[in-house]
């Protein structure tokens, strides 16, 4: 088990991220399902056949997870994406747009708005043990090795911290993920206790309209 302290002010990089660029705390939703699609993608470069998918959570005592079936991360990859952290605090930062580890930090970063702690669970597609990341906005965080059975992937696991628990109930989570996840490619599930529900309309309106007109045309 690693004790560590991030290599930034990550107070500091957290204020700017609150106060100036992302207006609403509910924007960790965003950042988290673009985790898990960029996760998936880079996943899918490695060529081997898998069931894509994002899974959110929602438990009791305002705590929520996020599981994706992703290439997931080596402790490397943590490593890395921690020491990122300090260099871009944006994520469409044009020297960071193919930098996959870059971004997954700055997401992540993201949640720390909303909770006090994030534990992260891991398996990478490449290998190794599976690890568990926990940090703390306060700058430092712990890496372990798992010892249970981990599928490859990640799943973050947040408990809202006070005077954000709204943005951990499970109506206003079902909004956020509809405002962001509606017409994502990657099947998005929600569930609470064993009530289940896919996010993802079958096809994004733009689709069907030009399927619409193309059959139009054939048929003129």
Known sequence: MKNMNFQVNLQGVIDLLSNHLYSDPGVFVRELLQNGVDAITARKKLGEPFDESVKVEVFSSYTISFTDSGSGLTEEDIEQFLARIGSSAKRDNLDAADD???????GLLACFVVSDEIVLITRSALGGD?????GRPDGTYVIKKVKRQV?????????????????FEYYRIRGLL?????YLKTPITLTEDKYE???NVPQPPWEMEKQEAMAAYGGS
């Open 100 to 106: 996959y580890i870059g971004q997954f930090g700055v």
């Open 130 to 134: 599976a690890l568990e990341w926990r």
């Open 151 to 167: 599928p490859i992937g990640t799943t973050v696991y947040l408990k809202a911290k006070a005077n954000y628990e709204e943005y």
């Open 178 to 182: 509809n405002k962001y996840g509606k």
């Open 197 to 199: 529900q896919t996010v």
